[in-house]
């Protein structure tokens, strides 16, 4: 008869070696705040009143944490117009988000709703993380 502790060991080492297999195969980008400054990161750039950050500092800090524990694909890409075909053509499996975006152009339209309020509606165009082949 196979016991619980049995079992829990023949599982851990399942996952061992399925995280082995994924550190050497996974490709994982670490995402930070494109440079918003950058003529084709935005279609239409605002005037932000908060101080602008990139995060890529953190960013290298995580994807360099991730390469210590042993995963061999890491990528840093900045969150632009562009991540999606950036994400798509390095074939990333995962994305580590470390970012607010690149803030592009808001629009604010009021629209009346049934109950009678008026509600704004702000419409933002952000970046959509491509699915990894």
């Excluded at 082995?20 to 935005?42: I, S, T, W």
Aim: charged share 25%.
């Amino acid at each position: 008869m196979t016991t619980p502790t049995a079992i829990v060991g023949a599982s851990v080492e399942v996952l061992e070696a399925q995280i082995a297999r994924l550190l050497n195969r996974m490709k994982l980008a670490v995402v930070f705040g494109g440079q918003k400054r950058d003529p084709a990161a935005v279609i239409n750039p605002t005037i932000n009143p908060r101080s602008w950050k990139s995060y890529e500092s953190v960013a290298q800090d995580i994807a360099g944490s991730l390469r210590r524990i042993g995963f061999r694909h890491v990528e840093l890409m900045p969150d632009d117009m562009r991540l999606g075909d950036r994400l798509r053509n390095a074939g990333i499996h995962l994305a580590w988000l470390n970012t607010g975006g690149v803030h592009l152009q808001t629009r604010t339209r009021r629209r009346r709703h049934p109950d009678g309020a008026i509600h704004d509606l702000a419409s933002r165009a952000w970046p959509i993380l491509a699915q990894a082949e």
